[in-house]
């Protein structure tokens, strides 16, 4: 049931990130699911690819690489889900920025109490 509920999370940090950049457009809540659905393949099965590839730039940068693989995903989700619009390269960044935000603020408002 918590993988369910973090989809649907997912999907609304989504929603909420585009509502908040005027360079991303989702037309509506089945869209911004289908975005987390392709960005949760995408960064299971494409992403670690990348990062292993771009280890010496990403190593040479301090890691601030790993910020345009992620900017990169979010252009790959862009191509996949018609109702999902990203303006451009620096808007995916930002997106990305922010939804991994709100991502982080779900999973601490949704972590269960575990006793000592």
């Known amino acids: 049931m918590s993988g369910i509920i973090r989809f649907l999370l997912n999907g609304l940090g989504v929603l909420l ?3 908040l950049l005027p360079g991303v457009h989702v037309e509506h809540y089945g869209y911004a699911l289908l975005v987390a659905l392709v960005l949760a393949i995408v960064n299971a099965f494409v992403k670690p690819v990348l990062v292993v590839l771009t280890i010496p730039i990403t190593f040479v940068t301090f890691g601030l690489f790993l910020l345009v ?4 995903m979010i252009q790959l989700a862009d191509w996949f889900v018609d109702g999902f619009e990203v303006d451009g390269f620096w808007w995916a960044l930002a ?3 922010i939804l991994s935000l709100f991502n982080g603020l779900f999973e601490d408002l ?3 109490k575990q006793a000592k």
């Open 17 to 19: 990130t585009a509502y």
């Open 110 to 112: 949704t972590k269960t």
């Open 69 to 72: 693989i992620n900017a990169l």
């Open 95 to 97: 997106f990305s920025l």
